[in-house]
């Protein structure tokens, strides 16, 4: 059996921890520092212990391979901080493919990519710069990003993968799932991109793919509306389970827009344009959401502004719950409304 550090036991011993579902992936979860709700586990297990659309590749045994619809593929990485496992999505257009997140950087994502797009050029982008969904950039020569995460990206270096290890040491032992350390693609510089909202990508005959600010869960937290492909891909502002606003980590620029009012505001504009795309696509959990997601983080939204501790579902610790129609909860602290 593994042993954990005194801390990392004590937080186990106070999480449910979910049964593990049955996969052939080339990582093992040990330790779950999130729970997931039970309707999210029955969705994950039907998709992939008993659905047919699956496909795992050899060049990347770190990544599940789903074709939600023609030309749009979701990649499922099994969390290995312990977190929730995160879907990645690759959009493959006429001329050109865009990969929307990039994981923890464990395994080849940049030749699977290459495989599932026949070699197209490939244009990445980050929802957001956690680690869970943007860690695997380094294994690209530029990646595109909100202007306002550019100052968490530029964080990242060779010892960004250190805390998935006993004592932060790499070569020790790993907390939360047993992997090969050696299928970690070493750190390089990379040329990160900013864009604003509304700038627009081209993957070839008039398929646009639109980058879209929402704030909230990170400054530069954003969405990718496929103009085409009737979707819109919303990172971890849109999950079925718990959306974290807490105003920012520490050090983060633009702390400001790490806010349920940013939320509010963006979720607002976006309401708007429920005629443009039919599915939303999360970065965790049940995913392809009917579009009404979009209204449903709206009027949560706005309850909360309205009254921050008093809509509350329940508080724990200081943090406050308010519960999405349909979804989950977003979980807030006061300080950021």
């Not at 990392?8 to 996969?23: F, L, V, Y």
């Not at 395994?107 to 680690?131: F, I």
């Not at 909202?197 to 005959?205: A, D, K, R, T």
């Not at 309401?271 to 392809?288: A, I, M, W």
């Amino acid at each position: 059996m593994l042993v954990r550090d005194t801390k990392r036991r004590t937080e186990k011993e106070r999480c449910r921890q979910n049964i593990n579902i049955d996969n052939s992936l080339a990582v093992k979860r040990v330790y779950q520092v999130e729970p997931i709700d039970t309707s999210s586990w029955a969705y994950m297990r039907a998709m992939r212990e008993i659905g047919t659309t699956k496909k795992q590749y050899a060049v990347d045994p770190y990544v599940e391979v789903y074709e939600m619809q023609p030309g749009v593929f979701g990649l499922l990485e099994e969390s290995i901080d312990g977190m929730g496992d995160v879907w990645l999505y690759l959009i493959v257009g006429e001329e050109k493919a865009m990969l929307i997140d990039t994981g923890f950087g464990l395994g080849d994502l940049k030749g699977l990519c290459a495989e599932l797009s026949g070699g197209k050029e490939l244009l990445v982008v980050n929802t957001h710069g956690h680690p869970d969904h943007a860690y695997g950039n380094a294994q690209f020569e530029s990646v595109f990003c909100h202007e306002y995460e550019l100052g968490m990206l530029n964080q990242q270096n060779k010892h960004m993968w250190d805390y998935l290890f006993e004592d932060g040491v790499r070569g020790a032992q790993t907390i939360w799932a047993e992997f090969d350390e050696r299928d970690i693609i070493p750190y390089r510089d990379y040329e990160i991109v900013p864009c604003i909202s509304g700038f627009s990508f081209e993957l070839g005959c008039g398929h646009e793919v639109e980058l879209v600010h929402l704030g909230g869960h990170s400054a530069g937290s954003c969405g990718f509306l496929d103009k085409r492909n009737r979707c819109f891909f919303a990172g971890d502002d849109i999950i079925n389970m718990r959306v974290g606003v807490f105003g920012g980590r520490p050090g983060e620029t633009h702390a400001d827009k790490c806010t349920v009012s940013t939320m509010r505001d963006n979720f607002e504009t976006l309401s708007k344009r429920l005629d443009e795309f039919d599915y939303v696509y999360s970065g965790h959990f049940v995913t392809k959401l009917e579009n009404t997601a979009v209204t449903a983080m709206l009027e949560a939204c706005r309850a909360i502004c309205a009254d921050p501790a008093g809509n509350s579902s329940f508080s724990r610790d200081g943090q406050y719950f308010r519960y999405v129609e349909g979804l989950g909860t977003i979980a807030y602290s006061e300080k950021s409304v």
